[in-house]
């Protein structure tokens, strides 16, 4: 029985593998196809071959080289990063026909380890993880064994921040509440992972606002009482030369649905208006040219959020801190 189930779950597995992928050929959309509708292969990823009629030539278990090639038979380095098993296929049994007469290969994937996703932050398991099957986000956080908790007046409580909690795909952040998605049960947030991934999980302790853009020395600010904006220029060093004063912008609340302010600096060192005060996590960015919308400069304010409380907590936290997880994972955890 044992045999037969894995000979079956074998077969379903390849079955998704490369099932959509005539699908993909007759599609007219220009868009990327998701990992998810069409399966292709990387370095990491193993598969096992068949050669048809002649078992003396079957292998099983055969790595693709971290430089995305594959050896079988008398085809060596073949380069076969990004193709489908069925793209595998038919390369394989045209570079075989040199050798053999009328080759044809039975290829099933053995592992799946090419195609990876981060989370970090207040999280229970953090690093890289495989996606080896369609994940989304409530199961990432799940396969993370959830969020982390901590003690407050005698009761336990997560410690995740959903309104500063986001995912980065492709060097952007997602338009994904998580807010909407943990406490509302809003599913339409619960979007599926793709490769390369980054979730990060915010803090909701901590006591900082951060301040970006033209200022001497931007990053983040432990917050104090009476804090204000002036105050907050002050101690990152002052403005830098050609920094435009006269709209400052500041951020505050949800990443998703976010209050803005726009402060007038040059009015307020003039003596003309109050001061304008901060709250805890308040993000303030100051442009070095002029702008009239907020819209206009919110996205570049936000990364220079997103890549600072990811920078911040990989210094934190990993020792001898990498900048590109992908490449070398040292110090990374790396979860099957």
């Given at each position: 029985?044992?045999?037969?189930?894995?000979?079956?779950s074998?077969?379903?597995?390849w079955?998704?593998?490369?099932?959509?992928?005539?699908?993909?050929?007759?599609?007219?959309?220009t868009?990327p196809?998701?990992?998810?509708?069409?399966?292709?292969?990387?370095?990491?990823?193993?598969?096992?071959?068949?050669?048809?009629?002649?078992?003396?030539?079957?292998?099983a278990?055969l790595?693709?080289?971290?430089d995305?090639?594959?050896?079988?038979?008398q085809v060596?380095?073949?380069?076969?990063?990004?193709?489908?098993?069925?793209?595998?296929r038919?390369?394989?049994?045209?570079?075989?026909?040199?050798?053999?007469r009328?080759?044809?290969?039975?290829?099933?994937?053995?592992e799946?380890?090419?195609k990876?996703?981060?989370?970090?932050?207040?999280i229970?398991?953090k690093?890289?993880?495989?996606?080896?099957r369609?994940i989304?986000?409530?199961e990432?956080?799940?396969?993370?064994?959830?969020?982390e908790?901590?003690?407050?007046?005698?009761?336990?409580?997560e410690?995740?921040d959903?309104?500063?909690?986001?995912?980065?795909?492709?060097?952007?952040?997602?338009?994904?509440?998580?807010?909407?998605?943990?406490?509302?049960?809003?599913?339409?947030?619960?979007?599926?992972?793709?490769?390369?991934?980054?979730i990060?999980?915010?803090?909701?302790?901590?006591?900082?606002?951060?301040v970006?853009?033209s200022?001497?020395?931007?990053g983040?600010?432990?917050?104090?009482?009476?804090?204000?904006?002036?105050?907050?220029i002050?101690?990152?060093?002052?403005?830098?030369e050609?920094?435009?004063?006269?709209?400052?912008?500041?951020?505050?609340?949800?990443?998703?649905d976010?209050?803005?302010?726009i402060?007038?600096?040059?009015?307020?060192?003039?003596?003309?208006?109050?001061?304008?005060?901060?709250a805890?996590?308040?993000?303030?960015?100051?442009?070095?040219?002029?702008?009239?919308?907020?819209?206009?400069?919110?996205?570049?304010?936000?990364?220079n959020f997103?890549?600072?409380?990811?920078s911040?907590w990989?210094?934190?936290?990993?020792?001898?801190?990498?900048?590109?997880?992908?490449?070398d994972?040292?110090?990374?955890?790396?979860?099957?």
């Open positions: 029985m044992r045999s037969i189930f894995v000979i079956i074998s077969l379903a597995l079955a998704w593998l490369t099932g959509a992928y005539a699908q993909s050929e007759v599609s007219t959309t868009a196809v998701s990992w998810r509708e069409r399966y292709t292969l990387g370095p990491g990823d193993v598969v096992d071959i068949r050669f048809y009629g002649s078992s003396a030539l079957d292998r278990g790595r693709i080289a971290p995305g090639t594959l050896s079988y038979l060596n380095s073949l380069y076969v990063d990004g193709l489908s098993i069925d793209e595998l038919s390369k394989l049994e045209q570079n075989l026909r040199k050798f053999h009328d080759p044809r290969l039975i290829i099933t994937p053995g799946l380890n090419s990876r996703y981060v989370i970090l932050g207040k229970m398991d690093g890289v993880f495989t996606l080896d369609p989304t986000l409530l990432a956080i799940a396969r993370s064994r959830g969020i908790t901590g003690l407050f007046e005698q009761s336990t409580v410690i995740a959903m309104d500063r909690s986001f995912i980065i795909r492709n060097g952007e952040r997602l338009d994904v509440d998580f807010a909407k998605l943990y406490f509302e049960g809003d599913l339409s947030q619960n979007v599926y992972l793709e490769p390369r991934d980054y990060y999980l915010a803090s909701n302790l901590s006591s900082e606002y951060y970006f853009g200022v001497s020395t931007p983040a600010q432990g917050i104090t009482n009476r804090a204000t904006l002036v105050s907050a002050t101690r990152r060093k002052g403005f830098t050609g920094a435009w004063l006269n709209r400052v912008l500041v951020i505050r609340g949800s990443m998703s976010p209050e803005l302010f402060v007038d600096v040059k009015s307020i060192l003039a003596g003309l208006e109050a001061d304008f005060p901060l805890p996590g308040d993000i303030v960015y100051v442009n070095d040219r002029p702008w009239y919308k907020a819209e206009q400069i919110l996205d570049t304010a936000m990364q997103l890549s600072s409380a990811t911040t990989v210094d934190a936290n990993v020792p001898d801190a990498i900048a590109n997880p992908w490449l994972r040292t110090g990374w955890r790396d979860s099957e």
